[in-house]
């Protein structure tokens, strides 16, 4: 038998051997939110860039990335930094799409969350080493 009590936004449960106290497994209750949601980001070819993301409760949330709708493989490239999703080397083609941050409670008493999408506006390398060369026949 399992006797429940709240203390601090936790509920805990009590269970009940013998009629000792026995066990006391500590579960969260608060359903989960986001903090901080990932937004469209400016990257250009060949950098790297970070799409944040981070939801509370602190503890008892697994994280993972999505690309398009379909989940995204941690690589030397594509990787998760905590809950931040860290790309170096962004590439046009790899990289586009809509990002969207996913966080489940590992306890599965709520639901999973899933953030609003982010895009990445990838452009070319900026050019900021240029020479203007003046017109000979105008002087």
């Not at 509920?11 to 106290?21: D, S, T, V």
């Not at 903090?35 to 944040?52: D, E, F, H, Q």
């Not at 930094?81 to 966080?103: K, M, P, Q, W, Y």
């Amino acid at each position: 038998m399992f006797e429940q009590y709240r203390d601090f936004r936790k509920i805990y449960y009590i269970e009940h051997l013998a009629g000792l106290n026995f066990f006391i497994v500590p579960c969260n209750s608060e359903e989960p939110y986001f903090l901080t949601r990932p937004k469209n980001v400016m990257a250009i070819v060949g950098t790297s860039m970070t799409l944040p993301c981070e939801a509370a409760p602190s503890e008892g949330l697994f994280y993972y990335w999505e690309l398009n709708g379909s989940k995204i493989a941690n690589t030397t490239r594509r990787f998760m930094r905590n809950s931040d999703l860290h790309i170096t080397r962004v590439d046009r083609e790899r990289d586009a799409g809509e990002f969207t941050c996913v966080a489940e409670d590992v306890s599965g008493r709520n639901p999973a969350i899933t953030s609003s999408p982010a895009s990445l506006l990838i452009e070319c390398e900026l050019i900021t080493n240029f020479v203007i060369k003046p017109n000979i026949n105008s002087l």
